[in-house]
């Protein structure tokens, strides 16, 4: 059960944030995953995020493959192609390749970087993830920096919960803000929490399902099930890996 708002003192917003506040900035989320496969959790978490945040934009953007996580069953190119499949014709959800273009050691730091020189320095840019992920931020590459290029939006997952004694919990109860408004009106800087209906899903499970022999339908979209099928993808057997799967990716 998520907890964090619980534990965490909330007598903590952050006054620097407040400066340099501007009301209608463009709003953009940045939600990076290895989306290993894509399933519903992610997805409707993006939407969720768009409608109650009124994002103006919510980019997905498969990251290559982190070096203290798993090798992925699949390629980099077959999770892009499985996240476009996913996003089909939504049009509230953008796919974001650049991180898997991009030939050198990808970080999600570098992606961060690479959106905020796209975007410039006013637009509200703000990276996403799960409360899982905010668990092992402070093994990340270059994670105090995260905050000078963006914001940090995390969102509930059940089974997760960042407790007072966590390494992390004084860093999060510093830079947390409680007021969206702030994210929106402001370029970087702020944590911001975010409970949203939890959907215990993981690419995990999928991929032990299938590895298994039984059926994942309704926990991904039909088409990315067809499409794991039609190249027998998390068999168990080996699959072919791209250049950026070798990448040394952390995060
Ligand atoms: P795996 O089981 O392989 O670790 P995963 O299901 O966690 O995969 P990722 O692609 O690693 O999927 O996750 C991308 C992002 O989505 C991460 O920030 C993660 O915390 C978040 N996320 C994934 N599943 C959920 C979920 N069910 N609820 C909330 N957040 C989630």
Known sequence: MWCLVTVISVSNSVSDV??????????????????DPIHHAHLRLALELRDRLAFDQVLLLPCALP?????????????????????????????DDRELLSDEPSYSYHSLLSLRQQLGDDVSLTMVMGADALLKLDS???????????????????????????????????????????????AAGGVYIQQLP??????????QLIEGGSSPRYLL???VFDWIKQNHLYTGETQSKTGAETSNNDG
């Open 18 to 35: 407040a400066e340099g506040l501007t009301a209608n900035r463009r709003t953009v989320a940045m939600f990076g995953g290895t989306f």
């Open 67 to 95: 070096t203290h996580r798993e090798s992925p069953g699949c390629s980099a190119d077959q999770r892009l192609e499985m996240v476009r499949l996913a996003v089909g014709d939504e049009p509230k959800l953008q796919v």
């Open 140 to 186: 990340w590459y270059r994670w105090q920096e995260l905050l000078e290029l963006g914001h940090i939006l995390v969102v509930s997952r059940p089974g997760w919960h960042l407790t007072g004694d966590h390494p992390l919990a004084d860093w999060v109860d510093q830079h947390r803000v409680e007021n969206f408004e702030r994210i929106q009106n402001s």
């Open 198 to 207: 939890g959907l215990d899903i993981s690419a995990t499970a999928i991929r």
């Open 221 to 223: 979209p039909d088409p």
